[in-house]
């Protein structure tokens, strides 16, 4: 389950209120006949909706059902991140109509360093080596692809699922076709954090019914989970070091490329421990100390309308003998997650729900490794507030109070991160 844009108290149009009547019509249909006639309307209704661009219409849909009807919420964001990062394509070969099946593909990146992550557009070369190493090391036989020629970091991925939908059908026709792509991206601004994601997008074009990647051939579905791990091996051994030309100075870890909204997902949470350790690292670099030496003040933080719901956790670091905030890392929470530590649906019904560790237990752990034994944990919720002049997140110091992370006069001159 998604958390919803902040927005929600607007009335639903007709087309809003069909989209959330087909939903629930989902969550309670008695068979998969039943389901997957109303899914293809569904289906039908959102192709429509983010063609022609009302975005708002499925926000307000999703919006209301948030409130109001929670498996039918899901229902209807997994539908919306369906349809917008897949689709069909109908086309005349030899006289014949011919459907193929397209996939928006995310393959994610992890990054740190002690300087600045790049992004941006990928050189020919570069991107004609990737593309080849892509195809030859994860997808099945007889698929059709296309990279877009550009690095992006999380603020430069399409922003709606209209957005993401328009991405799916301009590369998926460049894959068919095999022509070069074309972006006309005015890319905003990356702000410079220690630790963050960057992902290549590729849509990749089947044959209607037939498998994207290679571990899901007919042939190697009893071993699927091996021939998976053994891609991703080689896609990290052959693919870092074109990476790395395109990231100097970057620590980098590249992760597998999966359908859209899973990867991004799946990279969200996998840069959050790298994060506490990039800080860390800066910290004892910078300042010349032991970790020991540092103290991570720990606090929950949400919005002001919901009382009860943490959104982050944001993390402090100060010196063990000091209640000065000198540096400071976000640890947002997705999906099932919340404070309590609520898994996902699966862990239930595999009875391994005692075996997950909680939000703040996973930040300790990391904390830990990296060497950071004195942490305070603030109980009390805090409503998430910025600074007014520069827009960075406040945290709170060892006494409670919101603050914004100050290096120390004499620590030297760089660029200041949080993530």
Same mark, same amino acid.
């Given at each position: 389950m998604r958390r919803p844009s902040k927005d929600s108290s607007l009335k639903l149009s007709a087309e809003g209120q069909r989209l959330a009547g087909l939903a629930q019509a989902i969550v309670q249909a008695a068979s998969r006949v039943e389901e997957r006639s109303l899914e293809h309307h569904l289906d039908s209704s959102l192709q429509r909706l983010l063609r022609s661009g009302h975005q708002d219409t499925i926000d307000n849909a999703l919006n209301n059902l948030f409130k109001d009807d929670l498996p039918a919420y899901d229902v209807l964001m997994e539908g919306v991140e369906a349809v917008s990062e897949s689709s069909f394509l109908l086309e005349q070969e030899d006289g014949t109509e011919k459907r193929y099946d397209a996939l928006l593909v995310a393959a994610p990146i992890l990054a740190w360093t002690r300087f600045s992550i790049a992004s941006g557009p990928v050189p020919a070369d570069l991107l004609s080596t990737l593309s080849a190493h892509f195809a030859a090391h994860l997808l099945s036989e007889g698929t059709r692809m296309a990279m877009a020629p550009m690095l992006f970091s999380i603020d430069q991925l399409p922003r709606s699922h209209s957005e993401t939908y328009a991405m799916t059908h301009k590369l998926a026709q460049a894959a068919y076709k095999h022509a070069a792509v074309k972006l006309q991206l005015k890319a905003p601004e990356t702000a410079p954090f220690l630790a963050d994601t960057r992902y290549l997008l590729v849509a990749v074009v089947v044959p209607h019914g037939a498998p994207i990647f290679r571990w899901q051939e007919p042939e190697h579905q009893a071993s699927f989970q091996a021939v998976r791990a053994n891609c991703l091996e080689q896609w990290q051994t052959q693919a870092t070091p074109n990476v790395s030309r395109l990231m100097p100075g970057c620590g980098v870890e590249l992760l597998l490329p999966e359908a859209y909204y899973v990867a991004c997902r799946e990279a969200d949470k996998?840069?959050?421990?790298?994060?506490?350790?990039?800080?860390?690292?800066?910290?004892?670099?910078?300042?010349?100390?032991?970790?020991?030496?540092?103290?991570?003040?720990?606090?929950?933080?949400?919005?002001?309308?919901? #009382?009860?719901? %943490?959104? +982050? !956790?944001?993390?402090?670091?100060?010196?063990?003998?000091?209640? $000065?905030?000198?540096?400071?890392? @976000?640890?947002?929470?997705?999906?099932?997650?919340?404070?309590?530590?609520?898994?996902?649906?699966?862990?239930?019904?595999?009875?391994?729900?005692?075996?997950?560790?909680?939000?703040?237990?996973?930040?300790?752990?990391?904390?830990?490794?990296?060497?950071?034994?004195?942490?305070?944990?603030?109980? #009390?919720?805090? %409503?998430? +507030? !910025?600074?007014?002049?520069?827009?960075?997140?406040?945290?709170? $110091?060892?006494?409670?109070?919101? @603050?914004?992370?100050?290096?120390?006069?004499?620590?030297?001159?760089?660029?200041?991160?949080?993530?």
């Open positions: 996998l840069i959050r421990p790298i994060s506490i350790r990039a800080a860390v690292h800066y910290l004892t670099n910078t300042l010349g100390v032991e970790p020991n030496e540092l103290r991570a003040v720990v606090a929950g933080f949400g919005e002001e309308e919901s #009382e009860a719901q %943490v959104d +982050e !956790y944001r993390v402090a670091f100060t010196m063990r003998q000091s209640t $000065d905030v000198v540096y400071g890392i @976000v640890w947002p929470l997705y999906g099932q997650e919340d404070e309590e530590g609520t898994p996902i649906e699966g862990l239930v019904a595999l009875g391994e729900l005692g075996t997950q560790p909680t939000p703040y237990e996973e930040i300790v752990a990391c904390l830990n490794e990296a060497g950071v034994m004195h942490i305070k944990r603030h109980n #009390e919720r805090f %409503v998430a +507030e !910025y600074c007014d002049d520069c827009g960075a997140p406040l945290f709170a $110091d060892p006494t409670g109070e919101l @603050v914004h992370p100050e290096m120390p006069e004499d620590a030297p001159v760089g660029s200041e991160h949080f993530h």
